[in-house]
Each structure stands twice: as C-alpha cells, then as structure tokens.
C-alpha cells in the first residue's frame, strides 16, 4: 500500500514537472524565436497570438523595439471604430516595402535584410505579414468587436448627460420657486443714504434675470465639460477631447497664473488702500470737531470744515490712484494708456463749465456769502437756500419754487443775503416800503399814520420803534419811507403785504388820501377817495362851486 501510495506520489509529481516546463518553453517561444544559425526574433503580439516575427535591427531601433512599436500600430488600427480592410495595402519604395493604413499611417517596413534572415523574398513576407495583420484585425472585429460596447457608453453617458441636465434644471427650478415664495424676506429694496436705488420689484427683476444666466452658464458647462468624455470613447474623435479641454484649460490656466502673479501688487494696493482710509478718518474726525466748534482755529469758521475736508478727500483719492496706478495689472499696455489718454481729452473737452462751477462753488464757500437757510436775493432771484453743492446753489421762492443757479453764474452776480446779521444783530432786519403824499398833508401826520401801520403789522418788532424817513421833495409829492425791524427774513412778502394793508386802513382812519404817484380823474373836486365805511355817517360831499367871471 505504502508502495503503490509513493509510485502514485512520484508519478504527480513528474507530471507537474512536465506541465511546468511546457509552459516555460511555451512562454520562452512566444517571447522569442531562435533560427538556427541566424538571429534572435521577436513576436509580434497584439492580441496575445503571435502574427509574425521580427530578427532585424533598423537604426537605433532594435528587433524587440520594432516589434513592439508594430504591436501598437496594429492595436491601434484595431481601435478604429470602422476598419476598412482595403486600405490596408502594401506600397514599395526604394528601399523597402511598407504596410500602411489610408496612405497616412505606416504599419511597418520589411526591409532586404528581414528577407534574408528567413531566406524569403521582401514581397512574400510583406504580402504574408499584410495577410496575418488584417485577419487578425478582422477576426478580433467580428469576435471581440468594441464597437457596440463604445456605443453601449455613448448611451450610457449620454442617459447619464440629460438625467444630469434635468436634475441640475429642477435644482434651479426649485431654488428659483423658493426666492419667488419667500420675496418678502429677501427683496427690500436697496437704500443709501437715504437715496432709494432700487426698489424691491426692481431688486427682484435683476436677481431673477441674474439667476437665469447663471443657470444657462451652468447647463452649457455641464454639457461642454461632458464633450471630452463622450468623444474620448471613439479613438477617431480622441484628439477632439484634448482641444476642448484646450479651450479651458488654457484661459483658467492663464487667469489663474496672471492672478498668482498679481498677487503680490495686490498685498501692495491692499496696504495702500488701508493706509489712507485710517488717513482720512483721522483728518474726518479733525474736522468734524471743528465744525462741531469743539477745536477752534483762528480765522477757520466752522462752516468751512465740511467743504475743506471734501477738498482733502477728493486730493487724498487722486493721490492714492496715483499710487496704485503703476500696481494694476496691464497698467504700462498701449491699450491701457490709450484708453486713459482717451478718457483725460473727453473730461478737458466735456467739463470746462463743469470745472468753473466747481471752482466758483469752491470760492463761494470761502467767502461765505451765505449759508444754508439764509434768504437771499442773487440777480432777480429770491428766496431761501436749501442747498449748495460743488456745482449749484439751489434757491426756493417764497412760491416753493425751486431755482438751480449754476455757481458760477452766483459768482459773477451781486447776492443779497437778508438773513446773515438777523440772528447776530439785537435789531433783526430793517424792511421799509414808500408811499408820496402831495404837499396838502402835514407830514406829522403822515408819521404817525406809517408808524401806527408798522406797529399793527404782523412778525414785525415793537422795539425797537419803526421810524419814518422822508426821502426826497418831488415836484407834485413828498415820499415818506416807513422803516421797521423784524426776524423773520424768510417771510418778507407776508410782512410786506400785512404792512400795506395796515398803511391803506391807518390813511383811510386818519382822513388821508394816498395820491400816489400820481392822480388823475374827472371829478368835481370835492368826492374824496376815502372808502364809505371810514367816513362819518353824516357825511356829505361839498358842494361844487364854478364862479365865472364876465367881463
């Protein structure tokens, strides 16, 4: 037993002693073929079976790189998803016989001394090597075709592509459904300082249109970024896969270069930036004190700070993007100067009146003419100022008319400011009106008569006195100016007409006919002008009286 078990053992082992070594050899040959007494070859295998061999060394390429190198063509030809056998053919040059595929692409060279290594013509072997490589080709197409399994991945993906697009569109949808229910949270409207920029159906306008191409960007990318994927299944549209990515990559390459090399300018600008923003609220808070009158300096009023800082702000900014300008990435391209050269000649050509109004409104601030509330007359022009800019004076009429007055043209005119010494003088304003009495009147009682009407009129001052001046002796009349104070610049054609109506109802009560300027009328002479309900009730007109003398 123990016998027939170790023979049993013995035999087994002989047989895969046997097996080893027949794959061994096997492998060896298929690696390589010996001829006997010639050289060493090297199989061509594409697909695992050996087509053919290679003994020869062509230049710098030896026997095994050659074979190597064919292997890989005729893979390559196997990957074309349509071979076309019959452009597969054999042309003759002067030193050897290629194999090329559709005349562009070289499959190999039989060359003389391939010949003589296996003692055969150049054309047997090359018409026999053409053989084996096209029915190699041909048996892998029908048997192990992979022009139906790229096909299967051109739909896959395909699928896979729109199932995406459909997804990444109710994403959207669904975002979009979402702002539109909830607007009232999200859109308010856009404010600064108190200055409306949008309001919320505009914000939301904008918002909707912005979030639509962006949607459409992201669709077109999804879809453009697929392209690479779906053409790198043919081997015939390969070379497509690396000119789309080309076409991305290149300019996010260069962005992404042309920004890490900006970097260290912006650090730069950054620092800039930092350094004369902290400037200027240093300098803002400084004049700020002085307009709230906390820092007095000799000879600077309060009211200059504002506009004097507005001047260093705008200086300070120049400065800055002076500064900056040579950090900016293109700054010293024919493009970038042209473009600044063009914008300087638009602003010198488009903004001389623009220039000399900002130099009048600088000026004007400087000699504080007026200020903001004062009432003001500038040419024929009255009224309250309700603002000044660098450019206008912005005037409102005691109609609630509002005249913008360019500031040169305030400059250039003689301005009347009727409230600058109310507040500072005990006294107020002096208004006055003229009324001319003939000679008949005492003046007296024209006096009292314009001081009792001052003294009845509405927003004037009772102390001190109102006063009466006589202006001038004209030849049918005397003119009498009544002379009051009051506070209340703003609101002169009020005080003016109350004024007139009291000297119209203290003339009439004193028995005063006002004859001014001049009075002409058909009349006897003796019907005074007084209205009925100032006169007595007994009244009666004198008589007229005509005396004619004969002679």
């Known amino acids: 037993m123990k016998k027939e078990l170790l023979r049993f053992l013995a035999f087994f082992l002989l047989l895969i002693s046997f097996s080893v070594f027949g794959q061994v050899a096997n492998k060896q040959t298929s690696e390589k073929a010996i001829v006997p007494g010639k050289l060493v070859g090297y199989p061509v295998t594409p697909f695992k079976d050996t087509l053919f061999y290679v003994y020869t060394n062509v230049g710098s390429f030896s026997a095994k790189e050659r074979a190597g190198y064919i292997s890989n063509k005729i893979k390559k030809l196997y990957n074309e998803s349509f071979f076309e056998k019959d452009s597969l053919k054999i042309t003759p040059s002067d030193v050897s016989f290629d194999i090329i595929y559709k005349d562009d692409l070289v499959i190999m060279s039989i060359l003389n001394a391939d010949a003589k290594v296996e003692n055969q013509t150049v054309s047997y072997i090359a018409n026999r090597n053409l053989k084996a490589i096209k029915n190699a080709i041909i048996y892998q197409n029908e048997n192990y075709s992979q022009l139906p399994k790229r096909l299967g991945y051109t739909f896959l993906l395909i699928f896979i592509i729109g199932l995406i697009l459909y997804l990444v569109g109710k ?184 220039i000399a109004n900002m130099v009048a409104g600088l000026v004007i601030t400087y000699m504080r003419p007026f200020k903001i509330g004062d009432y003001i007359k500038i040419g024929d022009v009255s009224g309250e100022v309700i603002e000044k800019t660098a450019l206008v004076t912005r005037i409102r009429t005691p109609k609630f008319e509002d005249i913008t007055i360019p500031n040169a043209t305030v400059l250039s005119s003689t301005s009347t400011n009727y409230s600058a010494n109310t507040k500072q003088s005990t006294n107020g304003l002096l208004i006055h009106t003229t009324v001319t009495i003939g000679y008949d009147v005492p003046w007296s009682a024209i006096h009292d008569a314009l001081i009792d009407a001052a003294l009845k009129t509405e927003m004037t001052e009772k102390e001190p006195k109102p006063f009466v001046l006589q202006t001038s002796l004209d030849d049918f009349y005397v003119s009498y100016q009544i002379n009051v104070y009051t506070k209340e610049p703003t609101k002169q054609p009020r005080i003016y007409s109350s004024l007139h109506q009291n000297i119209q109802d203290s003339f009439n009560q004193a028995g005063i006919e006002i004859m001014s300027p001049h009075y002409a009328a058909l009349r006897d002479g003796n019907t005074t002008t007084i209205p009925p309900n100032y006169l007595k009730e007994d009244y009666e007109a004198p008589s007229f009286i005509l005396k004619n003398k004969v002679k």
């Open 171 to 354: 994403i959207f949808n669904w975002i979009k459904y979402y702002i539109l229910k909830n607007s009232d949270k999200y859109f308010k409207g856009f404010n600064y300082n108190n200055i409306k920029i949008l309001s919320p159906q505009k914000q939301q306008f904008l918002l909707m249109r912005l979030f639509g191409f962006i949607k459409i960007v992201t669709l077109i990318l999804i879809v453009y970024l697929s392209l690479p994927v779906l053409f790198s299944i043919f081997p015939a549209t390969k070379e497509y896969t690396t000119t789309l990515l080309r076409w991305i990559l290149t300019p996010a390459k260069s962005a992404l270069m042309g920004f890490l090399s900006f970097l260290p300018s912006l650090f730069t600008i950054l620092v800039i930036i930092i350094i004369f923003k902290y400037s200027l609220k240093v300098i803002k808070f400084f004049f700020y004190e002085i307009k709230s009158e906390n820092i007095q300096i000799d000879g600077f009023y309060s009211d200059w700070a504002i506009p004097t800082f507005n001047v260093i702000r705008l200086l300070m900014y120049a400065f800055m993007l002076v500064i900056i300008f040579p950090y900016l990435p293109g700054s010293d391209s024919p493009i970038f100067k042209g473009v600044s050269v063009f914008i300087g000649v638009l602003f010198s050509l488009g903004s001389s009146n623009a």
